[in-house]
């Protein structure tokens, strides 16, 4: 399905959902961040939490997605990466991203966020130049894609908040997961 | 409409709702009945001599099982989502499947609001949840009048 198809099917999915108040958001998100900043000791495993969080959150997420924007099985990984970066985070976080910088298998990938509402109101200090402050947004994309049996590995590589010129998320996929009944007599 | 049924994707019973008073069944015999229709869309699903999933690179999402089963005097009809959950009702051969498939849909829709947000219900397990038994009441007193 062509790329305009899955725009418009962001924007009728988006239009469908209920909405919370940006700033909200934005702040409790980062009272998040601050809390587990302050409960580890490493900035490292903060980055580890905040995607765990999300990929908790990604296996449950990826139902309503499904449920409601209405989008139908994928045809390769280029159309799942369309899906997400047009559908998807339009739906939840009303963005979109484009997908570029494809290696020669297809199965890498790079999203690059027009936006993000998670960075508002944000100024990262030197001294956290080790975070991936919206480290969660890749987690719900791992853990949701693991719902539907793909492995994939999801990390931001830019980041604004660092003085890049844009937000990159690295999206690769791993391998598929599948369901095997094994018959222990044979 | 008589009865609805979900199965989670290992394919055990998480919910079941009657509609109609005099179905008379143990909590056994519904745990039996939505297992034995996971098999049974299993096996479906391996028996068709129409393989759609292994021609496609990404055939793996299609979802295989038994979408219907007509039979004298009532039908089976199951919605199964991506995430291999699997929605079915059991209705009267007369209840249009046009309202019973988006009815199913509502349903999943309902689930994903009620359910998967409820941070005390963990996944995979029975739902215990008053407010989606409301909205699944609701979804269906909207449609009874319908067959």
Not at chain 1, 5 to 18: I, N, P
Request: with cysteine; hydrophobic share 40%.
């Amino acid at each position: 399905m062509s790329r305009q198809h899955y725009l418009k099917a962001g924007e009728v999915a988006f239009s469908k959902m209920d909405k919370v108040s940006a700033e909200l958001l934005a702040l409790t998100y980062g009272s998040l961040v601050t809390q587990l900043l302050k409960d580890k000791e490493e900035i490292e495993s903060v980055n580890v939490q905040l995607e765990k969080m999300g990929y908790n959150i990604g296996i449950r997420l990826v139902d309503e997605f499904l449920a409601k924007s209405g989008i139908g099985p994928c045809q390769d990984f280029r159309d799942t990466a369309e899906v997400i970066a047009k559908v998807a985070l339009k739906m939840f976080l009303n963005v979109t991203a484009d997908v570029t910088g494809w290696n020669s298998d297809l199965t890498a990938c790079t999203l690059v966020l027009h936006d993000n509402p998670l960075n508002e109101f944000v100024e990262l200090p030197a001294s956290m130049a080790g975070l991936k402050y919206g480290e969660l947004i890749c987690g719900v994309i791992r853990g949701g894609l693991e719902q539907v049996h793909m492995r994939v590995s999801c990390t931001f590589v830019k980041d604004v908040l660092k003085g890049d010129d844009t937000s990159e998320i690295a999206l690769e996929f791993k391998e598929i997961l599948k369901e095997e009944f094994v018959d222990e007599d044979e | 409409m008589y009865t609805l049924y979900i199965n989670n994707r290992h394919g055990s019973l998480v919910y079941q709702k009657d509609f109609l008073s005099d179905v008379k069944l143990t909590a056994n015999d519904r745990i039996r009945l939505a297992s034995t229709f996971h098999g049974l869309s299993a096996i479906a699903a391996q028996i068709s001599p129409v393989n759609t999933s292994k021609r496609l690179p990404f055939g793996f999402l299609q979802t295989t099982g038994i979408s219907l089963i007509e039979a004298e005097g009532f039908r089976i009809q199951c919605f199964e989502t991506l995430t291999g959950l699997k929605f079915f009702a059991v209705a009267s051969s007369t209840f249009p499947a046009v309202i019973l498939d988006s009815f199913l849909k509502q349903v999943y829709e309902v689930y994903t609001d009620y359910v998967l947000k409820n941070p005390f219900h963990d996944i995979d397990m029975p739902i215990r949840c008053e407010l989606f038994d409301r909205a699944v009441e609701n979804l269906f007193n909207s449609i009874k009048g319908l067959g």
